[in-house]
């Protein structure tokens, strides 16, 4: 496995550490502001970082980093300029090894992630937009629920035993020591995107569905239809 962390590289010599864990991919962010802004944490005065970020075989996102060097709060999101995409977007993407853990998932506020595996539905609007491998949503997911665990252990025994049961087989997925396992990426903004590391090649484990939507980001729960780009890609024999 990579390092847990991943500096960004950047045209202009400057760099932004974001929390995105075991992902390969070089990200080249030149530099747009730097803003003095109120912690929530400690309500001492940290910094926001925003960069401009291109990402390979998707779009241009703007990142958001923020750091505390009181309380050593640290914050990251994305957002995306412009106007919505022509399409919503629904990916079903098959984990089948530990090198597929260190993909890339950018995810829209307007997404949400299924894993069915685990019986995991992340909802729309829940999260902010964020960026992070495969491994990193599992891991982040895992570290806040066992936040909760001691107080959950004395006041909610039979709750506390089953969310042990689900960190472990979380963890075991987060490791690549159970595989396979799909994650459903599901975004009518048309906003999200999960890496091919087989580009320009086609992703023989990743099913792209595009899906019309409604042109108002209100509307965005909406039903909607599968556009005829919907299609399955087959695996490569």
């Not at 991943?6 to 974001?18: A, D, G």
């Not at 970082?49 to 060097?69: G, R």
């Amino acid at each position: 496995m990579a390092k847990n962390s991943q500096k960004i590289e950047c045209v202009q010599k400057h760099s932004l550490s974001l929390s995105i864990q075991t992902t390969q991919v070089t990200l080249y962010t030149p530099l747009v502001n730097s803003i003095p802004s109120m912690c929530e944490v400690c309500g001492e005065q940290g910094t926001t970082n925003l960069m401009l970020t291109a990402i390979p075989f998707f779009k241009e996102v703007i990142v958001s980093s923020f750091d505390c060097e009181h309380c050593g709060y640290k914050n990251s999101e994305i957002t995306f300029g412009g106007k919505l995409a022509d399409f919503g977007v629904k990916m079903e993407c098959t984990i089948v090894s530990q090198a597929h853990l260190n993909r890339l998932v950018v995810k829209s506020e307007y997404a949400s992630i299924k894993i069915p595996e685990l019986s995991l539905d992340i909802p729309p609007r829940t999260q902010k937009g964020s960026m992070n491998s495969v491994e990193g949503i599992l891991k982040r997911m895992v570290d806040g629920l066992e936040e909760g665990q001691e107080l959950r252990k004395d006041s909610d025994p039979q709750s506390y035993q089953k969310i042990n049961e689900f960190i472990k087989l979380a963890r075991e997925y987060a490791t690549g020591a159970k595989l396979p396992f799909t994650i459903i990426l599901d975004d009518p903004s048309g906003n999200s995107y999960i890496q091919n590391p087989y580009a320009p090649s086609t992703d023989p484990y990743n099913k792209i569905c595009l899906l019309y939507t409604s042109p108002s980001p209100r509307d965005l729960s909406t039903s909607r239809m599968p556009s005829s780009a919907c299609k399955k890609k087959k695996k490569k024999k």
